[in-house]
C-alpha cells in the first residue's frame, strides 16, 4: 500500500508525467487534482483555476489504471497528498462526523479538497439562483412555483434530521443507521408536487418530517444531547436555512429535477392548449414549434445547475475557495 501511495503522490513523478502528457517541458511544474469522476472536472478546474490559473492539470482516473473510479479510490491516496499531489472529493458525512469513513483527513491534510457541502450539486443548488429560473421558466404563462419558501421549509425538516443522524454516527451509531435510511426519509419523487394552480404542494413536506420522526422515534434523543449535537452543526456552520446542502446531494437535486419536470409538463400542456384556442390550421404547427423550441432552450435545469458561477456570495463557494487558497 505504501508503494502505491508513494508512486502515484510523488512530486517528481506527476512533475514527468504532466511534462510526458503535454510534450513540454514546463508542464513538468504543473501539480495534478485527482476527482472522483469525470462529470467532477468542470466544476473542480473552475475552483483551482481561480486560485492557481494552469498550474494544475485535473484528471479523474488514477494514472497508469483508467478503471481506478471514485471516492473509495483515491482514500487510498489520502495520507500522500501534497501540494503537488491534490486530491478533490465530495464531503458526504465526512466533513460533518470526522470519525466516520475517512473524515478525519479533511483536518489532518489541507491538501485533501472537498465540497463542504455534501456533494457537488449542492455545491451548485444555491436557493436564490434556483428560484430566479423557476421564476423564469415561462413563455406566456406565468407559474407559481416559490422555491424559495418550499425549499427552506425542507431545509428546516432536513436540519432536524441532520442533528439526530450525524449524533448517530458520531457516537457509534449503535442503531446501525445508514445514509440511505436517512436519504429515504426525503423521497416524495412519486408525489404530485406541482399543483395544478402552478404553485408547490408544501403539504409533502409533511411526509418528510414524519419520516425523519419515525426514523428516529426509537433512539429519543435526550434534550440536551440535542443541543450538544445540534451546536457541533453550528460550529461547522450548518444551521436550518442551508441543511438542505448537507444531506444528500443527489437526493436533493432529484427532487428539484423532479419539481422542474413536472412544471414544464403542465406548462407545455397549458400553453398548447392556449395556441389551440387563438390560432387555427398551420398557425396552431407553427406556434407549437417555437413552444418546443422555447422549452428545449430556457428550461434547462441541467445547464443552469453546471453553469452556476463562482460567487463570492456562496458560503459554500467561499470555503471552497479559502481552502484552495491556503495551499
Known amino acids: 500500500m505504501n508503494e502505491f501511495i508513494n508512486y502515484f503522490t510523488n512530486s517528481e513523478y506527476i512533475g514527468a508525467y504532466n511534462a510526458s502528457k503535454e510534450g513540454n517541458l514546463d508542464a513538468a511544474k504543473k501539480g495534478i487534482v485527482y476527482i472522483e469522476d469525470d462529470t467532477d472536472q468542470f466544476f473542480w478546474e473552475t475552483f483551482v483555476n481561480t486560485i492557481f490559473p494552469d498550474q494544475y492539470n485535473v ?5 497508469d489504471r483508467p478503471g481506478e473510479r471514485g471516492k473509495r479510490a483515491l482514500e487510498k491516496l489520502y495520507q500522500g497528498a501534497n501540494k503537488k499531489v491534490l486530491i478533490a472529493v465530495d464531503s458526504d458525512y465526512d466533513f460533518i462526523c470526522p470519525n466516520y469513513k475517512f473524515g478525519s483527513h479533511f483536518y489532518s491534510n489541507q491538501f485533501i479538497l472537498h465540497t463542504f457541502g455534501f456533494s457537488r450539486e449542492s455545491a451548485l443548488l444555491e436557493i436564490k439562483n434556483l428560484d430566479y429560473f423557476f421564476r423564469n421558466c415561462k413563455f406566456t404563462i406565468q407559474n407559481n412555483v416559490d422555491l424559495i419558501s418550499f425549499i427552506s421549509k425542507f431545509s428546516n425538516i432536513a436540519y432536524n434530521g441532520l442533528i439526530q443522524f450525524t449524533n448517530e454516527i458520531i457516537n457509534e451509531n449503535k442503531s446501525n443507521l ?34 425523519i420522526n419515525s426514523l428516529f422515534s426509537s433512539i429519543n434523543l435526550p434534550t440536551e444531547e440535542f443541543i450538544t449535537a445540534e451546536e457541533r452543526l453550528k460550529f461547522l456552520g450548518i444551521n436550518p436555512n442551508n441543511a438542505y446542502r448537507f444531506i444528500c446531494g443527489h ?21 398548447f392548449e392556449k395556441i389551440k384556442k387563438d390560432f387555427v390550421g398551420e398557425a396552431i404547427k407553427e406556434r407549437k414549434r417555437q413552444l418546443m423550441s422555447h422549452f428545449q432552450s430556457h428550461f434547462a435545469i441541467e445547464t443552469i445547475c453546471r453553469s452556476y458561477p463562482i460567487s463570492h456570495a456562496d458560503e459554500i463557494h467561499v470555503k471552497i475557495l479559502d481552502r484552495i487558497s491556503k495551499l
Open 251 to 271: 437526493t436533493v437535486y432529484d427532487l428539484i429535477v423532479k419539481i422542474h419536470d413536472q412544471l414544464k409538463e403542465m406548462l407545455f400542456k397549458l400553453e
Open 59 to 63: 484528471q479523474a482516473s488514477i494514472i
Open 178 to 211: 445508514t445514509e440511505s435510511d436517512f436519504s429515504n426519509c426525503f423521497n416524495i419523487l412519486s408525489k404530485k408536487i406541482v399543483k395544478d394552480d402552478l404553485s408547490l404542494d408544501e403539504s409533502l413536506l409533511n411526509i418528510i418530517e414524519n419520516n
